[in-house]
């Protein structure tokens, strides 16, 4: 059954998930907060900035202004970077009603208040949205994939799992395959996460390190996101399915990922503020990784691998420096939870 929809956040990957549920026969309004990217998109049809190799069908609606997509819809998307979701939140409480679902499919933790972002969501939108009303929709899906249409699979995650279902149904096509699941924690944890292991792997390549290097920073970058979010009342589980290693082995390996690219960078011997100056989409694992070494500090989780990307993105440390610090700890059993 086709819905109205808005997607608030023209970046890629907004653009794509609006492209895709326009051919899947729903009325999509897409919410660019710059009016010059909405305004290219109504003319050329395209996202330029963001996603310029795929066409925007005429059916999507664009307008810069809040105000009228979200009173366009009882479904709304929230797309935006992670860090600009509590300000959206703010601008759309007043147009909240108990019908409303909010669908997250921005990844990112929060620095102050280390809630993820259907945690910032709740914060925000509560009482006028109920916390089983909030979807995270997350998975291994780079956006200019999704818009050509090439398969992906992704995880709808609620308290709800009727909510859950109903996302399920609508973001459903031939595709984009999607999963339900009812560890929201989990699945968020997962999907944020896997940004800092993203750029570990990316400083790595950028060394060059080689394959047996970045194989080593997957695994046992799925054994921290498994440690960090059983420690916050996540399902171990959840880590080995989409959001826990599919996402993060695509992150990790992907030409399209803006977190390993960053990673790469400073690899080469470039700044954080080199790389993020150069850079005209956000990587969220810089954000995301202060939030988590704040976390790992407060309850004593080790995670050594984001400790080293802090070091080295926030204290100036050099690669070769943490390396041989990691290389050179002291001797582990291979036991992910008790480490």
Avoid at 155 to 164: F, L, N, P, T
Wanted: charge should be negative; proline fraction near 4%; charged fraction near 20%.
């Amino acid at each position: 059954m086709p819905r109205a929809i808005s997607v608030f956040g023209a970046g890629s990957w907004g653009t794509a998930l609006s492209v895709s549920l326009s051919l899947g026969g729903h009325e999509v309004t897409l919410w660019a907060r710059r009016r010059d990217i909405a305004h290219g998109i109504l003319e050329t049809r395209r996202n330029p900035e963001y996603l310029p190799s795929v066409p925007i069908p005429l059916s999507v609606s664009v307008t810069a202004d809040i105000v009228s997509a979200a009173r366009h819809a009882n479904l709304w998307v929230v797309a935006t970077p992670s860090h600009a979701v509590r300000d959206l939140a703010r601008d759309l409480a007043e147009h909240c009603n108990e019908l409303k679902t909010v669908i997250s499919v921005a990844k990112g933790i929060e620095r102050q208040t280390e809630l993820t972002t259907t945690g910032v969501l709740e914060d925000v939108l509560t009482p006028s949205v109920s916390k089983g009303n909030l979807v995270a929709l997350y998975g291994p899906s780079h956006a200019e994939e999704v818009a050509a249409g090439k398969p992906t699979t992704l995880v709808a995650a609620s308290s709800d799992m009727g909510q859950a279902e109903m996302v399920q149904e609508i973001f459903m096509t031939n595709r984009l395959r999607i999963y339900v699941n009812s560890d929201v924690r989990g699945v968020e944890i997962g999907g944020s996460v896997k940004n800092i292991m993203a750029i570990a792997s990316g400083i790595s390549d950028g060394v060059g390190y080689g394959d047996n290097a970045r194989a080593a920073l997957i695994t046992r970058g799925i054994a921290e996101i498994q440690r960090l979010g059983s420690a916050l009342g996540a399902n171990p589980s959840t880590f080995t399915g989409l959001t826990g290693l599919g996402d993060l082995v695509v992150t990790c390996t992907s030409q399209h990922s803006r977190n390993r690219h960053l990673g790469e960078m400073i690899g080469r011997g470039a700044t954080l503020s080199e790389v993020t100056a150069s850079m005209s989409m956000v990587a969220e694992g810089v954000k995301t990784t202060e939030a988590v070494y704040s976390i790992a500090q407060r309850l004593g989780i080790e995670m050594p691998i984001t400790e080293a990307v802090y070091g080295i993105l926030f204290d100036g440390q050099r690669p070769d420096d943490i390396v041989q610090q990691l290389m050179t700890r002291s001797a582990k059993q291979e036991e992910w939870l008790r480490e």
